[in-house]
């Protein structure tokens, strides 16, 4: 019982850590190519991680079948990045945020498939309604602009991002074969960044790496080790716990956090009344997916 509220509070925890990267990846996108920021990124995750599990877990490199493994797990998250930022060169961000709403249903889906995870009526409702919280959240209550939404090249892009995403956790429960979280979440960092140098490299060739602002090296140790080691570490260790469908619902609470970091640290506007709706009804069907 204690594992399972420790286990529900670490998420709360990573759901407001990763709703921080947004608003600090808007601030640090003019200054840096998106595909060169994802790619320090999680190089500086895997630099600064290295020392704690060398020395704690005695390191060694994994076996071509482990590392195969956790490359498909880390290739599901980069072209997920990938997708959202080409996604956003056709199409708004409200397109994106209503396809990236979908992600817990989808990745139920796949934890069905792939782990066997039990998926009754109640919760196959909850993430339904969970969708709906989300859009009302997303659009401040205006169904009218969301009827309105018309879909481009883009979203068909994000969409293919976002079904892959689906699998991210699903894939972790997989393949997980009883080692340490840390190594787990070392060696998919590491495939990740491996994975967005071979996208990146002729754009990561061109940058002065010796000019960069110290207010940006700031901001890439702080995505680097909040919101990729610290979450990375969270989402793996969660998800082998209480399993991938319920660590997706927390995924309804994203709109929610943002709202709430970007008006309590980065000076966005205070949320209107006529969000509470959505707030409430995402609040019950998250409530809903994490009962037994």
């Known amino acids: 019982m204690q594992a399972n509220i420790f286990s529900h509070a670490l998420m709360i925890l990573a759901t407001l850590l990763i709703s921080t990267s947004f608003p600090v990846c808007q601030i640090l996108a003019p200054k840096l190519d998106t595909g060169v920021l994802t790619f320090l990124r999680f190089f500086l995750a895997a630099l600064i991680f290295l020392p704690i599990v060398f020395f704690r877990y005695k390191l060694k490199w994994p076996t071509p079948k482990k590392l195969f493994q956790y490359s498909l797990i880390s290739l599901c998250l980069i072209i997920f990045f990938w997708s959202m930022f080409e996604a956003l060169r056709y199409t708004s961000t409200l397109n994106t945020g209503a396809l990236y709403a979908l992600i817990p249903g989808i990745s139920a889906m796949f934890s069905l498939i792939l782990v066997r995870e039990e998926l009754h009526f109640?919760?196959?409702?909850?993430?339904?309604?969970?969708?709906?919280?989300?859009?009302?959240?997303?659009?401040?209550?205006?169904?009218?602009?969301?009827?309105?939404?018309?879909?481009?090249?883009?979203?068909?892009?994000?969409?293919?991002?976002?079904?892959?995403?689906?699998?991210?956790?699903?894939?972790?429960?997989?393949?997980?074969?009883?080692?340490?979280?840390?190594?787990?979440?070392?060696?998919?960092?590491?495939?990740?960044?491996v994975w967005l140098f071979l996208f990146n490299y002729k754009t990561i060739q061109e940058v002065r790496f010796l000019e960069i602002e110290f207010s940006i090296l700031l901001g890439l140790g702080y995505l680097a080790i909040f919101t990729t080691i610290v979450t990375f570490f969270i989402l793996q260790f969660v998800t082998i716990q209480i399993g991938p469908t319920k660590v997706a619902g927390y995924s309804y609470l994203n709109p929610v956090a943002v709202l709430l970091v970007g008006s309590a640290f980065f000076g966005q506007a205070i949320p209107s009344f006529i969000v509470i709706p959505g707030i409430a009804i995402i609040l019950l069907s998250v409530f809903v997916i994490q009962k037994r």
């Open 122 to 193: 109640g919760k196959v409702l909850a993430f339904f309604f969970g969708i709906i919280g989300c859009v009302w959240v997303i659009f401040r209550g205006d169904i009218g602009a969301f009827l309105s939404l018309d879909y481009h090249q883009g979203d068909l892009i994000f969409l293919g991002g976002v079904i892959l995403m689906s699998l991210y956790m699903p894939l972790v429960k997989y393949f997980h074969s009883g080692e340490p979280v840390p190594i787990m979440t070392f060696w998919i960092i590491v495939s990740g960044a």
